[in-house]
C-alpha cells in the first residue's frame, strides 16, 4: 500500500512535466490547427538553455529564475519560427504545415549540436530541494513534491487566462473560427503569435523544470514527441483539463507498467490511446471535428485526367534512362537507384491513402516493416523462397492494413493520424520486445534475394520491375472507378453516400490496399539490403513518407515520386556532411514556402503560367 | 468630410477559384440610408458583402469605406475601421456564453456614435439577457440571429452588414427583427441588408438594389421599382 503511494506520486511528478509539455502542444493546435511536431524540440530547447542559465544563477533564486527565463527564451523562440516559418503557410491545406515544423526539428538539432555538444548534460540539482523525505517509509524526493505541488497551479493559471480573460475568449472564439474573429476586427496573425509564444513557452519550462530529474540531452525532443502528441490526443486535442487527466492517467500508468510488466513500458500509452480513442473518438474532454470548419480546405480539386502525350513521353525516357544505370554507372549507384525506387514505391503507397483518400496516417511505416518483416520471417522460420516471400510480404501488410484500419476508420483527422500512430508504435515495439522471435533490436539478417537475382545489378532490375510496376498499378487504380469512388468520398462523403458508394468501406479498403504496396516496397527492402531492423517500423520512416508525400504534392502522385527520389537522393548527398540536418531541414523549410502546393504541384503551376504545361495536361 | 459616400463600390469583380461571381457591381450608400440588396438565391448577394469585407478579396475594381481604400486590406482592419458584418450563416461561436459571444466583438467607443453596451444591447433583445450564460449552441435560431447582431453591434460599426437576417427564422421574429432593424435606422446607423424577400426590404430599407447572376440589375427607390413590374418579376421570386 505505501509503496503504491509512493509510485502514485511518483507518477503524478512525472505528469507535470509531461502536462507542462503536453498543454502548450495542445493550445498551440486548438487554435492555429498546425500540428507542431517541433514542440518537442522547443522541450529540450528549454532543458539545454535552462543549463545554461543555471550554471552562472546561483542559488535557490538562480534555479527558479533559469527555470522562468528559459520558458520565456523558448517562447521567443517559438514565436521566431512562427513569423517566419508558420505564417508563410498558414494557408495551405491542413496538416501541411506540420512538414515546415518537422523541418524546424532538424534545424534545432544541429543548432543544439553546435551550441551545447554531443554529450549528455546532466541538470543540477534544485537548491533546497535536495534529497527525500519519507512518505509512509517510503523515499520520496523532495523535488517530486514540488513539481506535484506546481502543476496545479499552472493548470489553474492557465485554465484563468483561457476562460476568464478576453484574450483567452479570443483564443476560444479562434479556435473555433478563426476568419469571423477577424471579421470582428480582432488581428488573429497576432493571436496566433501570442498562442505560439504561450505554447512554447510551456514546452521550455517542461524542458527546464525537469532537469533536475532528467537532465538534458539530443533525443530529448523525438523521445517526448509520441508521448505528448498521445496526451493530447487522449485529452481531446485543444482541452487543458483534458490533457492534464491524460498526463496523470499515463505517467501513473507508465510508473507501474514499469515495475510490475516492464516489457509493458512501450507500448503502454499506445495501448490507451487506442482504447481510448476507440470509445471516445475526439478524446476524453475533447469536441468534435468537423472537416473544413476552419476555413482551411483549399483550392478545390481539379478533375484528375489521363496523362498528356508529353508526360507519357517524359515518363518512358526516364524508365529507358533507369535501365541503362547498371550498364554505364557504378554499382553503388545501382544500390542508390534500388533504395530510391523502392522508398518511391512506399510514398506512392502513402499517397494513394493520403492524396486521393484523404487519410492522412502517421503510421505507414507499419505495413513497410511489416511487409519486410513478414518476408524476413517467412525466410528465417520456413525456408520460403524469395519469390513466395515477396508474395506474402504483401498479403501479410495488407491483412494488418485491413485489420488497421478497421478500427481507425471511425476517426478523422488529426485523431485518425494518431491512432494510426500508435498501432505503428505498437507493432514497432512487439517486434523490439520480442527477441526470441523477431530477433528485436538486432533485427534479422542474412535475407538475401535468390541465386538469380544475387548481385545488385539483377536485383536492381527486379527491384525496377516490381517498383515502377507497382507505382504505375497504383495509378491505374486511381484512374479506375475505385480512385474515383475514394475521391469523391474525400471530397463530399455525403454526396458520395447519396449516389450509392460506402464511403468508410471504400476508405477502408483503399487504406488495406495502400498498406499491401507499402507491403511490397517492404519486401523489395528487406532483400536488398539483406537484413531488417525495428528502425523500418519507426515513426521517423512514416514522417519521411509523409514529408515526401507533402514535399513532393500532396495532389498528384508523380509527386510521391518525385519527392521521394528527391529526399532519398539528397539524403544521400548531404548526411556525408556533418551539419547535414541544418542543411535538410532548411531545404525543407524553403520548399514549403516556396511551394506550398508541394514541388510537381507548383512546378506544374509555374508550367502553365509560362505556356509549358497545357493545364488539362498536367503531370498526373 | 461631405459629399463623401459611406460605403462605394466601383466595378467590383469577384471570383471563386475560376468562376467569375460578381460583374462590375458599383453603388454606394450614404450616412443614415438603410438600403436593401435584393436577389435570388445565387445571384452574388453573399459574395457582394464578403467582397466589402474583404473575406473575397475582388480581382478588379474598389470599394471605398469613408473616402479610404480599403479594397486588399485585411478584413479586421476594415472591421477596425467601423464595418461591422453580419454574416448569413450567423457563426457564432457556439461553445461560448451569449457574454462570450459579445466580448469577442467588443470595440471601442467612437467618437460622435452612441456607445453599444451590454445593457443597451440586453434591451433591445431581451431574449438575450435571459440567457446570457447560455452556450452559443443551447440557443435558438432566432436567438443566435439576434445574437450575431447584438456581436456586431459591440464593435460599434459606422455602417452594418447584414446579410439575409430573416431567413430561416419564425415569422415572429421576423417582425421582431424588422423593428430591431428601425431602431437601428433611428439612432441613424446606415445598413446595408441582403434579402430575397420584397416584402421584408420595403418596411425596413429606403432603397432596392437588384442583382442577378452577378450583376446589378436595378438601383432606385422602391416607388420606381413598383413602376416597373417587369424588372421584379424578372429577378425576384415572389
Ligand atoms: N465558396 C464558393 N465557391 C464557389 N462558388 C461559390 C461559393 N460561394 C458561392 N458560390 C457561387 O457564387 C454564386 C453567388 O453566390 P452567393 O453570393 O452566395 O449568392 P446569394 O447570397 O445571392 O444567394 C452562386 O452561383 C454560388 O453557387
Ligand atoms: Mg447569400
Not at chain 1, 507542431?36 to 544563477?57: E, K, R
Not at chain 1, 509512509?136 to 502543476?151: N, R, S
Not at chain 1, 485518425?416 to 500512430?421: D, E, G, I, Q, R
Not at chain 2, 480599403?70 to 461561436?93: C, D, N, Q
Request: charged letters at 15%.
Amino acid at each position: 500500500m505505501e509503496l503504491i503511494f509512493a509510485q502514485v506520486l511518483t507518477g503524478l511528478a512525472n505528469a507535470a512535466t509531461l502536462f507542462l509539455v503536453a498543454s502548450g502542444l495542445s493550445l498551440i493546435f486548438g487554435v492555429t490547427r498546425i500540428v507542431n511536431f517541433a514542440h518537442g524540440s522547443f522541450y529540450m530547447l528549454g532543458a539545454f538553455i535552462g543549463y545554461s542559465l543555471m550554471q552562472v544563477l546561483p542559488g535557490m533564486f538562480g534555479f527558479w529564475f533559469s527555470v522562468l527565463l528559459a520558458g520565456l527564451a523558448v517562447g521567443v523562440i517559438g514565436v521566431i519560427v512562427e513569423i517566419c516559418v508558420l505564417r508563410p503557410v498558414y494557408k495551405a491545406p491542413e496538416l501541411f504545415q506540420l512538414v515546415a515544423t518537422f523541418g524546424v526539428i532538424l534545424v534545432i538539432q544541429d543548432l543544439a549540436l553546435l551550441t551545447w555538444g554531443a554529450e549528455d548534460v546532466l541538470g543540477p540539482r534544485a537548491p533546497g530541494l535536495k534529497g527525500i523525505v519519507r512518505i509512509f517509509g517510503e523515499p520520496v524526493p523532495k523535488y517530486d513534491l514540488a513539481m506535484i505541488a506546481i502543476t496545479p497551479f499552472v493548470l489553474f493559471g492557465l485554465w484563468y487566462l483561457i476562460t476568464k480573460t478576453r484574450v483567452g475568449v479570443l483564443v476560444r472564439a479562434a479556435t473555433q473560427d478563426r476568419e469571423m474573429v477577424g471579421a470582428l476586427g480582432v488581428n488573429q496573425a497576432w493571436l496566433f503569435t501570442g498562442v505560439f509564444f504561450l505554447g512554447s513557452a510551456m514546452a521550455g519550462l517542461g524542458g527546464a523544470i525537469q532537469l533536475p530529474k532528467g537532465g538534458a540531452d539530443l533525443l530529448m525532443d523525438f523521445n517526448i514527441l509520441a508521448s505528448i502528441f498521445v496526451v493530447v490526443v487522449i485529452g481531446g486535442m485543444g482541452s487543458l483539463p483534458g490533457a492534464y487527466i491524460a498526463a496523470v492517467l499515463i505517467s501513473v500508468l507508465n510508473v507501474f507498467g514499469v515495475s510490475y510488466l516492464p516489457s509493458s513500458t512501450l507500448v503502454l500509452m499506445f495501448v490507451v490511446m487506442a482504447v481510448v480513442l476507440m470509445v471516445k473518438p475526439y478524446g476524453l474532454l475533447g469536441r468534435e471535428e468537423v472537416a473544413g470548419e476552419h476555413g482551411q480546405v483549399g483550392e478545390p480539386e481539379r478533375p484528375i485526367k489521363p496523362a498528356g502525350p508529353k508526360v507519357r513521353l517524359a515518363v518512358v525516357v526516364l524508365l529507358a534512362a533507369l535501365t541503362l544505370i547498371p550498364l554505364f554507372g557504378s554499382s553503388f549507384l545501382s544500390v542508390l537507384a534500388t533504395d530510391i525506387i523502392i522508398f518511391c514505391l512506399f510514398a506512392a503507397s502513402l499517397h494513394f491513402i493520403l492524396g486521393l483518400g484523404g487519410l492522412v496516417s502517421f503510421g505507414h511505416a507499419a505495413f513497410f516493416g511489416g511487409g519486410a518483416y513478414v518476408a524476413a520471417l517467412m525466410v528465417s522460420y520456413a525456408n520460403t523462397p524469395m519469390e513466395l516471400a515477396l508474395l506474402l510480404a504483401p498479403l501479410g501488410a495488407g491483412l494488418l492494413a485491413f485489420i488497421i484500419g478497421w478500427v481507425c476508420m471511425r476517426l478523422t483527422g488529426v485523431y485518425f493520424a494518431m491512432l494510426t500512430l500508435a498501432f505503428a508504435q505498437l507493432l514497432w515495439s512487439l517486434v523490439f520486445q520480442w527477441d526470441e522471435f523477431t530477433g528485436g533490436d538486432d533485427g534479422m539478417v542474412d535475407i538475401w534475394p535468390a541465386k538469380w537475382l544475387a548481385g545488385s545489378t539483377s536485383y536492381f532490375y527486379l527491384t525496377l520491375i516490381l517498383g515502377v510496376g507497382g507505382i504505375l498499378f497504383l495509378r491505374h487504380v486511381a484512374h479506375s472507378p475505385f480512385g474515383y469512388a475514394l475521391r469523391a468520398s474525400r471530397d463530399s462523403s455525403r454526396q458520395a453516400e447519396a449516389t450509392g458508394i460506402n464511403t468508410k468501406r471504400v476508405q477502408w479498403l483503399a487504406f488495406a490496399f495502400a498498406g499491401a504496396m507499402a507491403g511490397i516496397a517492404g519486401g523489395l527492402f528487406v532483400f536488398s539490403k539483406g537484413s531488417i531492423f525495428p528502425t523500418e517500423l519507426e515513426i521517423a520512416r512514416s514522417f519521411d513518407a509523409l514529408i515526401v508525400v507533402f514535399l513532393g504534392g500532396v495532389k498528384t502522385l508523380s509527386g510521391a515520386v518525385v519527392g521521394g527520389a528527391s529526399l532519398e537522393y539528397l539524403k544521400d548527398q548531404i548526411t556525408r556532411f556533418e551539419y547535414w540536418r541544418i542543411t535538410l531541414g532548411i531545404i525543407i523549410i524553403v520548399v514549403v514556402i516556396l511551394a506550398p502546393e508541394g514541388i510537381v504541384g507548383t512546378a506544374r503551376k509555374v508550367g502553365e503560367r509560362l505556356g509549358w504545361v497545357r493545364e488539362q495536361e498536367g503531370l498526373r | 468630410m461631405t459629399n463623401i459616400n459611406m460605403l462605394k463600390l466601383n466595378a467590383v469583380n469577384s471570383f471563386y477559384g475560376k468562376a467569375h461571381i460578381l460583374n462590375d457591381i458599383s453603388f454606394s450608400i450614404e450616412a443614415g440610408e438603410v438600403v436593401s440588396l435584393l436577389g435570388r438565391n445565387g445571384a452574388g448577394k453573399t459574395t457582394t458583402m464578403k467582397s466589402i469585407m474583404q473575406l473575397v478579396k475582388p480581382k478588379d475594381g474598389t470599394v471605398h469605406f469613408l473616402g479610404k481604400d480599403i479594397t486588399a486590406s485585411p478584413t479586421h482592419r476594415v472591421a477596425k475601421m467601423g464595418l461591422g458584418y453580419v454574416p448569413e450563416e450567423r457563426r457564432i461561436f457556439t461553445d461560448l456564453t451569449i457574454l462570450e459571444n459579445l466580448e469577442v466583438g467588443k470595440q471601442p467607443a467612437r467618437d460622435g456614435l452612441i456607445e453599444w453596451t451590454i445593457d443597451i444591447l440586453f434591451d433591445l433583445f431581451p431574449n438575450l439577457k435571459e440567457r446570457r450564460n447560455n452556450r452559443g449552441k443551447e440557443l435558438s435560431g432566432g436567438e443566435q440571429q439576434m445574437l450575431t447582431i447584438a456581436r456586431t453591434l459591440m464593435g460599434n460599426p459606422k455602417l452594418l452588414l447584414l446579410d439575409e437576417p430573416s431567413e430561416g427564422i419564425a415569422p415572429v421574429i421576423v417582425e421582431q427583427m424588422a423593428e430591431t432593424i428601425l431602431k437601428l435606422k433611428k439612432e441613424g446607423l446606415p445598413v446595408l441588408i441582403s434579402e430575397q424577400n420584397l416584402h421584408f426590404a420595403r418596411i425596413v430599407a429606403d432603397r432596392a438594389i437588384i442583382i442577378e447572376s452577378g450583376s446589378r440589375k436595378f438601383d432606385g427607390s422602391f416607388e420606381e421599382l413598383e413602376a416597373q413590374p417587369e424588372i421584379r418579376d424578372a429577378y425576384l421570386s415572389v
